[in-house]
C-alpha cells in the first residue's frame, strides 16, 4: 500500500460517521497523490490530495502557504471551480478534499482528436477567466495550470481544479514535467505563479484547442 492511500484511507474512516466511501485512484506520484472517494449509497463523491511538505526545501514555509491557500480556498463559490470542502496534516502528509468533477479533462478531448468549434473555444474562455477571476478576488492564485486540471463536464460546463492546492516549481526537478509547457516564463524561472502567469496558462491551452499544437 502507497503512503498516500495509507493517509487517505485513515482520512476517510474519520468520515465514517457521514458515508462509507470507496477509493480509487486518479494519480501517484513521489510528490503527491490525488484519489477518489465514492459513497455508492449516497452518490457522494470527493477528490483527495496529498502532498508531503516536510520534504521539500523550506519546510515550515512550504507548509504555511499550503494551509492558507486551502483555508481561503473554502470560502470560494463559483460554478467553474471544484468546490474545496476540507483540508489537514496527518502521518505528515498535508491533505485537501474537493468535490469530485464528473467529466473529461481538456487533456482528454485534445488527446482524442475531437477538436472543439469556436463557439466551443469562446465559451471555455469565458468560463476559464471567470473561474479565475473569482479566485484571483480572494487572492487565490492557480499554480500549475494545464490541460489535466481543467475539466469539461458532459452539461458544457469548465470547471478548473487544484485551486487552494499550493505548489511550487523547481527549475531542475521539474524542468520536463508535462505542465511545465503551460508555465510562463517566470515560473520556469522559478518564480511564484500570479494573476498574469495563469492567464498566460489559459493563452497556451486556447492556442492548442484552435491548433492541435502548442506555439513553443
Known amino acids: 500500500m502507497s503512503r498516500d492511500r495509507s493517509v487517505v484511507e485513515k ?33 457522494i463523491a470527493v477528490s483527495i490530495r496529498t502532498a508531503w511538505p516536510n520534504e521539500a526545501p523550506n519546510s515550515a514555509s512550504y507548509l504555511q502557504k499550503l494551509q492558507a491557500q486551502a483555508r481561503s480556498a473554502q470560502a470560494l463559490e463559483n460554478g467553474n471551480i471544484a468546490k474545496v470542502i476540507g483540508s489537514g496534516e496527518l502521518d505528515g502528509a498535508f491533505f485537501i ?29 469565458r468560463q476559464a477567466c471567470v473561474g479565475l477571476e473569482s479566485a484571483h478576488a480572494r487572492g487565490l492564485i492557480h499554480h500549475a ?28 526537478s521539474d524542468a520536463f514535467s ?4 503551460y508555465l ?3 515560473q520556469l524561472a522559478g518564480q511564484d505563479a500570479d494573476r498574469i502567469t495563469n492567464f498566460y496558462s489559459v493563452a497556451i491551452m486556447l492556442y492548442e ?8
Open 11 to 43: 482520512v476517510m474512516a474519520s468520515l465514517k460517521n457521514i458515508g462509507n466511501f470507496e477509493l480509487s485512484p486518479l494519480r501517484e506520484s513521489e510528490q503527491g497523490s490525488c484519489f477518489k472517494a465514492v459513497d455508492t449509497g449516497r452518490r
Open 97 to 125: 478534499v474537493s468535490s469530485f468533477v464528473d467529466g473529461r479533462s481538456l487533456r482528454q478531448n485534445l488527446n482524442s482528436g475531437e477538436n472543439l468549434n469556436v463557439w466551443d473555444l469562446i465559451d471555455f474562455a
Open 145 to 172: 495550470l494545464h490541460p489535466d486540471n481543467v475539466v469539461l463536464e458532459f452539461d458544457g460546463s469548465t470547471k478548473i481544479l487544484d485551486v487552494g492546492l499550493y505548489r511550487s516549481y523547481d527549475p531542475q
Open 178 to 181: 508535462p505542465a511545465a509547457l
Open 184 to 186: 510562463a516564463p517566470e
Open 209 to 216: 484547442i484552435a491548433t492541435g499544437k502548442l506555439p513553443f
